[in-house]
């Protein structure tokens, strides 16, 4: 997403306003390293801050900007790939991330890089290509990518970055006039089982008929696709989730058969940005797919989910922030990925940043340990 929309923006200011006075006496700078910031600390009974590296911010590779990260992948211990939106008219790119830690803070580098490329070999870039969703394929030799702009779901090869293949996208799901999806509302989100053989398409926003309820929280809704690591993949079912009032849903994760992990965000001009992250259940999940409108389902057809943080109740741990934010920890957080099991039984949990290439926002690596029940 290029740029972070105010939806329901009244709805979200008294809640922002409330902590703003808490988070107003932050800590100083980080620390002369550039990049890995903070002690952490407890964001909520499940969920505590490791830290967060900066070291990302406005830096560069092989001659192009790391800037737009929308997407985050761990692909294998102390490694991950990052996906770049729609920077100007820069050409789609993946980065690969060596990760570490130093004293429990998050260590992060960039060591490659691979651009997208059409089946004729020439570069997407970012005036036909909004890179917002990554999975790495299992065997580490494709990737699937989400564009936001049709949508698509497109498989990249990662030694040429050339294109191989793209999935079945359901008409509707097109953006209007094609079909029923607003403009830069639609996959934001991807995730893989770890089998490979389940894929999840999550919308930023509702579909036209879908709509949003009285409180402010947009239907939308999950594509689930069935088929095999760098074969084919068929739509399986869709599923209906509603994230809180005036919140978006950019991204997922998969924990389980039946359990995924949910990232929800919004921004308020002036007072900054919303970032909650959320269990979510898929046991008895109902197969919406043939309801032509999910303004009339009752609240048991959405997908059932539990607040695991709120980014604002971390502890600001040394970060600063380029423009106003209820906690100086915030930026426009886009990307999320589980990482491997932590010493008493928490998993790690990665969340991205996306600057948009812009002045006034960073891109920041936050590295956190989860009770996932």
């Known amino acids: 997403m290029r740029w972070q929309t105010p939806f329901a923006a009244a709805a979200v200011l008294a809640a922002l306003t ?22 952490g600390g407890s964001c909520s009974p499940d969920a505590r ?4 590296s900066d070291s990302l911010d406005k830096a560069s590779y092989d001659g192009q900007p790391v800037a737009g990260l929308s997407a985050l992948n761990v692909t ?17 790119r993946v980065f690969g991330l060596k990760l570490g830690s130093k004293q429990g803070k998050p ?6 890089m691979t651009i997208l490329r059409r089946p004729d070999g020439t570069p997407y870039n970012g005036a036909d290509f909004d890179g917002e969703g990554l999975v790495a394929e299992r065997g580490g030799r494709t990737i699937l ?4 702009r049709e ?13 191989v293949a793209s999935l079945p996208v359901p008409s509707r799901f097109q953006v209007a006039p094609a079909g029923e999806a607003s403009t830069n509302a639609t996959f934001e989100s991807l995730a893989v089982s770890p089998d490979g053989h ?18 402010g929280s947009s239907r939308n809704r999950i594509i689930r696709y069935a088929g095999h690591p760098g074969g084919e993949y068929a739509v399986a079912a869709q599923y209906a989730y509603k994230p809180d009032p005036g919140l978006s849903l950019v991204e997922l994760a998969v924990v389980g058969r039946n359990e995924l992990v949910s990232l929800e965000r919004t921004f308020t001009p002036g007072v900054g940005n919303t970032i909650r992250v959320f269990t979510v259940s898929l046991r008895q999940a109902a197969d919406v797919s043939q309801r032509a409108s999910l303004a009339d389902a009752p609240d048991g057809v959405f997908l059932r989910k539990k607040l695991l943080f709120d980014l604002v109740d971390c502890p600001p741990s040394g970060a600063i922030a380029k423009q106003p934010q209820p906690n100086p920890l915030l930026d426009n957080v886009e990307g999320l990925a589980l990482g491997g099991w932590l010493p008493g039984g928490r998993r790690q949990l990665y969340l991205l940043s996306d600057d948009n290439n812009g002045a006034a926002q960073i891109t920041r690596l936050y590295s956190l340990a989860v009770e996932l029940r």
């Open 18 to 39: 409330t902590s703003l006075t808490a988070a107003a006496a932050a800590p100083g700078p980080t620390g002369a390293d550039g990049g890995s910031g903070g002690s």
């Open 49 to 52: 801050l490791l830290g967060f």
């Open 76 to 92: 294998r211990p102390g490694h991950a790939l990052a996906l770049v939106d729609n920077v100007q008219t820069t050409p789609a």
């Open 107 to 112: 260590q992060v580098a960039v060591d490659s």
């Open 145 to 148: 990518a989400t564009s936001e």
């Open 151 to 163: 949508p698509s779901i497109r498989r990249f090869r990662l030694s040429d970055g050339k294109q």
């Open 198 to 215: 389940t894929l999840y398409a999550g919308m930023e926003g509702p579909l036209a008929p879908d709509g949003t309820d009285a409180q």
